[in-house]
C-alpha cells in the first residue's frame, strides 16, 4: 500500500535556495503536482508472511538480471518476493514512467533500478528515500567514488551504485590491422582517416556509429564531442553559468557533424540509439562504434553477434586535436527506494539491493553482460580482469568520466540539448546555430529556476 506524499514537493518544503539552481527545485518541478489519492499497492504479504515487491528495470539482454532475480527469489523463498517490471529500454521514456507514478502518489514500484541522472530530481520531490543510513559511510568507502557521488544529492545518499559506465571507442581490431593500423584512432581526425581506408578496403559499409539519435544518449554523445575538443555546457565551478556558445564547443559538434557530412557515419546516425549502433557493429556493418561496455558481452552471445569477440579492441573516446583530454559520458544504473512504500516493501527491497551488490553477484554480472562493476576490489580479481577486457578498460575510464549535470531540472536540460545536438547532426542547424541556441535556452531554464 502507497501512501501519497503531500507535502514533499520541490520548491518549498526544504528550503531550497535561489543559489546552487543546479541543485534546487523551480519551474519545470512546480508543474508537476502530486494527487492526493493514495495509490493501492498490490498485496505486500497477502497472509503468505512473504513480503512481495517490485523492481523496475529495463530489458536485459544478457539475461544475467533475470538470473539474479531468480536466485534472489530462492534464497529468500517464503520471505521476501522480487517481482522484475521491465521498462522501456530508452532511460528517458522510463523516467516518464516512474516520474508519472510518482506523481499520481507513488505507483506499484518500490525499488527503481535507475539512472544515474535521476536522483536529484527524484530527490528533490521526496519521492525517494535518503538512503544514507541503511548504506552507511563505511560500506560506501568499497565503492568507486564517482557512481557514489551520483547517489548524493545535497546532504543525502538516495541510491546504491549497481553498475557504472562510460562511453568507449569500439574498433574491429582485425580489419584495422588488415589496412595497416597497429593502433586504434587518438584524434577524431584519425578515426575518419581509418575508417575511410578501412571501408574502402573490406566489407564494412559504415565507418562510424554513434547515438545521435534525439534523447537521452544524443545528449551523452555530444556532450563528449563537446569535452574532447575541451568546452562544457556549463561551468564545472559555477553551474548557473552556461559556457556553451563558445568556440571549443561549437569544435566539438563540429567534429560531430563532420562524421555525417564526411560520409564517415551514416546519415541514419541521427536516429540511432545504443541498439542500433550494438547491431550495425555486431553484424559486421561498422568499423568503429561509440558505445557502452556491455555491448562487449553481446558479442559472445549466440544469436546476437555475427563477429568474435577476438575481433574487437577497445579504446578511449578519441580527441579533438594534441593535447586534448578524453572524456566518457559517466553513466551508469544504481538502485532507489521509493519513498512512499511500506517499510516493509523498503525492507524486502533493500535486502534485494544488498544482494545485488555483493561481490558475488556483480562479478556474475560482470563476467556475463560485462556490465562494469562499482565495487573497486572486482578491479583486481583475475577472471574479470582477464576474461572481460573491456572492463580492464573500463577502470581508467572511469576515471576520466565527466558526469551530466547534477540537477533537479537535468531532464529539462537534457531535452534540450538532445534537441539541439540532433538538429546540428542532421545538418538542420549549423554548430554555431545549435551552440547558440542551446546556450539561450539552458540559461532559460537555470534563470527560471
Ligand atoms: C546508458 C548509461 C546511462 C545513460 C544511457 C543513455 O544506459 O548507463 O547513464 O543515460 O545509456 O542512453
Known amino acids: 500500500m502507497r501512501q501519497a506524499n503531500l507535502q514533499r514537493q520541490v520548491p518549498g518544503g526544504r528550503g531550497l535556495s535561489r543559489r546552487s539552481f543546479l541543485k534546487v527545485g523551480g519551474s519545470a518541478l512546480a508543474g508537476a503536482a502530486l494527487l492526493g489519492a493514495a ?24 539475461g544475467s538480471l533475470e538470473e539474479i532475480v531468480r536466485r534472489f527469489n530462492e534464497e529468500f523463498e517464503g520471505r521476501y518476493r522480487a517481482k522484475y517490471r521491465v521498462m522501456a529500454a530508452d532511460t528517458g521514456q522510463y523516467f516518464n514512467q516512474v516520474k508519472t507514478e510518482f506523481q499520481a502518489g507513488g505507483g506499484e514500484i518500490d525499488l527503481i533500478g535507475g539512472d544515474v ?24 568507502r568499497a565503492f568507486l567514488p564517482a557512481p557514489v557521488e551520483s ?33 586504434p584512432p587518438e584524434t577524431w581526425e584519425e578515426l575518419e582517416e581509418q575508417a575511410t581506408r578501412v571501408t574502402r578496403e573490406s566489407d564494412a559499409e559504415d565507418g562510424f556509429v554513434f547515438q545521435a539519435a534525439e534523447y537521452e544518449g544524443g545528449t551523452v554523445n555530444g556532450l563528449e564531442y563537446i569535452w574532447t575538443a575541451g568546452g562544457d555546457v556549463v ?28 560520409g564517415v557515419a551514416p546519415r541514419a546516425v541521427s536516429t540511432y540509439a545504443e541498439q542500433e549502433c550494438q547491431a550495425a557493429f555486431l553484424n559486421g556493418r561498422a568499423v568503429f562504434c561509440r558505445n557502452w561496455p556491455y555491448m562487449y558481452a553481446l558479442a559472445s552471445e549466440e544469436g546476437q553477434s555475427n563477429i568474435e569477440p577476438g575481433q574487437i579492441g577497445v579504446a578511449p573516446l578519441p580527441v579533438a586535436g594534441g593535447g586534448r583530454q578524453s572524456f566518457s559520458g559517466l553513466g551508469g544504473w544504481n538502485f532507489y527506494l521509493n519513498d512512499a512504500s511500506s517499510e516493509e516493501e523498503k525492507d524486502a527491497a533493500y535486502e534485494f539491493v544488498r544482494f545485488a551488490i555483493a561481490p558475488e553477484q556483480q562479478k556474475f554480472r560482470a563476467l556475463n553482460g560485462s556490465f562494469l562493476p562499482t565495487l573497486e576490489a572486482l578491479y583486481d580479481d583475475e577472471e574479470i580482469v582477464e576474461g572481460v577486457p573491456v572492463i580492464a578498460l573500463g577502470e581508467s575510464a572511469i576515471k576520466n568520466a565527466r558526469p551530466r549535470p547534477l540537477s533537479p531540472y537535468y531532464s529539462d536540460m537534457s531535452l534540450v540539448m538532445a534537441e539541439q545536438f540532433n538538429a546540428c547532426v542532421k545538418g538542420e542547424k549549423s554548430p554555431e546555430e545549435a551552440a547558440n541556441t542551446l546556450d539561450r535556452e539552458l540559461q532559460e531554464i537555470v534563470d527560471q529556476a
Open 151 to 183: 547517489c548524493t544529492y545535497e546532504d543525502g545518499v538516495y541510491g546504491v551504485p549497481w553498475f557504472t559506465d562510460a562511453g568507449m571507442l569500439y574498433y574491429r581490431r582485425d580489419l584495422l590491422e588488415e589496412s595497416g593500423f597497429s593502433e
Open 235 to 262: 561551468d564545472r565551478d559555477d553551474p548557473e553559468r552556461v559556457v556553451v556558445d563558445d568556440p571549443r564547443a561549437v569544435e566539438g559538434l563540429s567534429i560531430e557533424r563532420g562524421m555525417v557530412e564526411s
Open 117 to 140: 541522472v535521476w536522483p536529484a530530481q527524484f530527490a528533490a520531490n521526496g519521492w525517494i528515500e535518503d538512503l544514507s543510513d541503511r548504506f552507511t559511510e563505511k560500506e560506501r
Open 39 to 62: 495509490g493501492c499497492g498490490g498485496g505486500s504479504q497477502g497472509g503468505s508472511g512473504v513480503t512481495e515487491f517490485t523492481f523496475s528495470f529495463g530489458p536485459d539482454n544478457s
